[in-house]
């Protein structure tokens, strides 16, 4: 069983930070990408950031320069700090990964459940 865990949202005032983290626990042989969407309602779910397993990122062009997503030093992890937030910004954020089990000879693509980020004054 794999499952992603997010933490980190909440409600902040525009120009503020918040740090998403994202964990991926259960029987796992290798993730290749992690990463974070958003969603808001009435939209599509939108990519924010990802990163490869080499390091490579990716950003959204709406979040370059503000957002950095990185890897933590506790295995299987990743973070995307939030910096100089904008009420556009408020989104439901979920954390993606595609991940091989142990079990599998191929990977699957996983969701956490979303956690709630509103930038508001």
């Known amino acids: 069983q794999v499952q992603l865990v997010e933490s980190g949202g909440g409600l902040v005032q525009p120009g503020g930070s918040l740090r998403l983290s994202c964990a991926a626990s259960g029987s796992i042989f290798s993730i290749n990408v992690m990463g974070w969407y958003r969603q808001v309602p009435g939209k599509q779910r939108e990519l924010v950031a990802h990163?490869?397993?080499?390091?490579?990122?990716n950003y959204a062009d709406s979040v370059k320069g503000r957002f950095t997503i990185s890897k933590g030093n506790a295995k299987n992890t990743v973070y995307l700090q939030m910096s100089s937030l904008k009420p556009d910004d408020t989104a439901v954020y979920y954390c993606?990964?595609?991940?091989?089990?142990?079990?599998?000879?191929?990977?699957?693509?996983?969701w956490g459940q979303g956690t709630q980020v509103t930038v508001s004054s």
């Open positions: 990163i490869i397993n080499d390091g490579t990122t």
């Open positions: 993606n990964a595609n991940i091989r089990p142990t079990t599998f000879m191929r990977e699957y693509t996983f």
